[in-house]
């Protein structure tokens, strides 16, 4: 008997166990969206026939109301009006002074004080007494006819004589006509229904007060509570017979954005709703097109951003709304049309690249991640893409700034609107944020690769020793000044001699970095890195600041003033890499490609070579792939 009690005991538990994995069944009723037409239009015919009949008897009150004096003060109004708008009074004006009432008079200031205390208490009459005592329950009251009319079977008998006698139509027509008598007889019982019929009654009774001239101050006060209550009532019924037709004015406002897929949830979601992990991959962003509008829709964000330029708002947004933006969108605009046409597509670079590595991300990681791509200023945004990874059921998600140097102009401005985007949520998911990866291992490998494959490519001499196990090419070339002369010219036939190769940053202003922010640091550690991974002598290699804006101090040395003293000093031929840039854009196709190379040539330099950003290159992509799980590691399984 023990035996069979334990086994009972543990069978109970099993079946306890087993009911608590199942999916959460929630008590619900409908909501104000599932309310049938019938209900809703028998509700509010009452309470708009009952509204019409306290209105119509509260329009001939202005003397009980003891607002007898208003159409004189509207007059006043009205021709003084005209005095200050047109100089005279004309004859549409009103005239004569007897028929008039100054509002700065006794008698003008007691009337606005009036109409002042009847207007608050029309606004007590829609909340709290209208929304709150009267559409609030009979709110629930339609919810529970509609509830009602769901639950009610057929009956078999009713139902096969109908579908024998009678179409479909007519039955769904009487079960509409009964679901309309039903709400219109229940708001008419309804405690709040008999409130608003005892209004009928009280202005008899008011009648009866001025007939016998009642002159007692208790029965004056009395006739003033009355007519209190009727405005009230009045104001009351013309809120009920809106709500009753639009229920969900009753919802209360709150600015959490409600998400559908947050809604199914289930202690077996592992295994019945699996969930996914999102990647989102942030950057800048760019004009949707060169044309000037598109432009100045870009420009307006970005330099309005507080991260990014550090003046007062007010003052700042004004020129920049009427001055800086204006004449910019079109110097910009050329130059992004440039930009476009450099690539086979509609799209700028940036777009164009930052989409290819989203996908080339989505297949590194597979589908039990969801990678989309955002931009911090224009188009997908990161608030739309936020929302379509909550759509996508995902619980978790990683950001991947593609910011390898922290700044607080570029991967602080990332996680601004990232937190600022999920602010509008109720259920906000887990966010992990990828840290700036500017000496990681994948990022410098990847970078090294790159830089070696174009070099190699275009007959370029380098002195880049990449390590096979990271699988990076590898290219040994030496070039030295003490060899004789017949070894450097057969090197200098199969590859071109370099002057220098230039590291080159986007810079900041000198006080954000006397201020606490670590770029330059950052971006020292990557340019030192990525020359011991090249193999380059401290003589080889320089790294710069470039896109000065304003007339602030910035980092230094400048790109293109550098350029100009090799090129004034002898240089050739340099080569310009820039590692902060993980994708190609204005400033590197056009500023460093065009603008620099232009600067380089007019000082008497030859060649400058570009070293195309990492973009979507396959060897990146990969170690991106590794980047994101090992920076989550522990985080995601």
């Known amino acids: 008997s023990i035996l069979l009690l334990l086994l009972k005991i543990i069978i109970i538990l099993i079946e306890r166990m087993g009911s608590l994995t199942k ?20 509700t509010a015919l009452f309470w708009s026939l009952v509204s019409t009949q306290t209105l119509q008897s509260l329009l001939p009150l202005t003397t009980s109301l003891g607002l007898n004096d208003g159409g004189l003060a509207v007059k006043h109004v009205l021709k003084q009006s005209c005095v200050l708008l047109f100089g005279r009074k004309g004859d549409y004006c009103p005239s004569g002074g007897a028929l ?46 509609q509830l009602m009319s769901l639950l009610s079977p057929p009956s078999s008998s009713t139902s096969s004589s109908s579908s024998l006698s009678s179409p479909p139509s007519s039955s769904s027509s009487r079960k509409t006509f009964t679901q309309f008598m039903k709400a219109f007889s229940a708001a008419a019982s309804s405690r709040q229904g008999l409130i608003a019929l005892g209004t009928i009654f009280v202005p008899f009774l008011q009648s009866l007060f001025q007939m016998n001239n009642l002159n007692h101050p208790i029965l004056k006060v009395a006739n003033s509570l009355f007519t209190v209550f009727r405005v009230l009532v009045c104001a009351s019924s013309i809120t009920t017979t809106y709500t009753s037709l639009f229920p969900q004015h009753l919802i209360p406002s709150n600015p959490w954005k409600a998400v559908a897929q947050d809604m199914h ?15 989102l991959v942030c950057n800048l962003g760019t004009p949707t097109s060169p044309n000037p509008s598109d432009v100045a829709a870009f420009l307006l964000p970005f330099l309005s951003d507080r991260r990014v330029v550090e003046i007062t708002p007010n003052i700042w947004r004004f020129l920049l709304r ?7 969108k079109f110097t910009s605009g050329a130059l992004y049309k440039r930009l476009f046409e450099t690539t086979s597509s509609t799209t700028s670079p940036l777009t164009f690249h930052t989409k290819r590595f989203a996908s080339s991300i989505q297949s590194e990681l597979g589908d039990n991640f969801v990678v989309v791509e955002g931009m911090r200023y224009g188009e997908p945004s990161i608030t739309s893409q936020i929302q379509h990874l909550k759509e996508q059921c995902c619980e978790k998600i990683i950001v991947f700034p593609e910011y390898p140097q922290y700044s607080g102009t570029t991967t602080a401005s990332i996680y601004d609107e990232v937190f600022h985007a999920l602010r509008q949520y109720r259920f906000v998911p887990s966010i992990h944020i990828v840290a700036p990866f ?35 090419s590898t290219a040994t070339l030496t070039s030295t000044t003490t060899s004789s002369a017949t070894v450097a010219k057969e090197e200098e036939k199969e590859f071109k001699a370099v002057d220098k190769f230039i590291v080159s940053f986007h810079g900041i202003p000198e006080r954000y970095y006397t201020r606490g922010d670590p770029y330059p640091h950052h971006c020292e550690a990557t340019a030192r890195a990525l020359a011991e991974e090249m193999g380059w002598g401290e003589d080889m290699w320089v790294m710069t600041y470039q896109s000065v804006f304003g007339k602030d101090p910035w980092l230094q040395p400048a790109t293109d003033s550098t350029l100009q003293t090799l090129a004034e000093e002898g240089a050739k031929r340099v080569v310009v890499i820039c590692p902060g840039f993980l994708t190609d854009c204005l400033e590197t196709v056009d ?47």
């Open 438 to 472: 500017y000496n990681a291992p994948e990022y410098i490998h990847s970078l090294a690769h790159v830089a070696t494959s174009f070099l190699e490519k275009n007959k370029i001499m380098t002195t880049a020793v990449c390590d096979s196990q990271s699988s990076t």
């Open 322 to 328: 009427f001055v800086i933006v204006p004449r910019r």
């Open 265 to 279: 949830y289930t202690l077996e979601s592992d295994k019945t709703h699996p969930k996914k992990v999102g990647i």
């Open 100 to 145: 008039e009432l100054p509002l700065l008079s006794r008698r003008g200031l007691l009337l606005l004080l009036k109409a002042l205390g009847w207007g608050c208490v029309v606004l007590l009459g829609y909340c709290p007494v209208g929304r709150l005592a009267f559409s609030r329950p009979l709110k629930n009251q339609m919810v529970k006819l």
């Open 591 to 637: 500023e460093n490609g065009t603008e620099n190379a232009n600067i380089f040539r007019e000082h008497g330099g030859e060649e400058l070579v570009l070293i195309p950003c990492l973009n979507s290159d396959r060897v990146w992509c990969e170690n991106a792939a590794k980047l994101i799980k090992r920076d989550a590691l522990g985080w995601i399984a």
């Open 23 to 42: 999916e959460c069944v929630r008590s619900r009723q409908p909501d104000e969206t599932e309310i049938s037409v019938a209900i809703k239009t028998g």
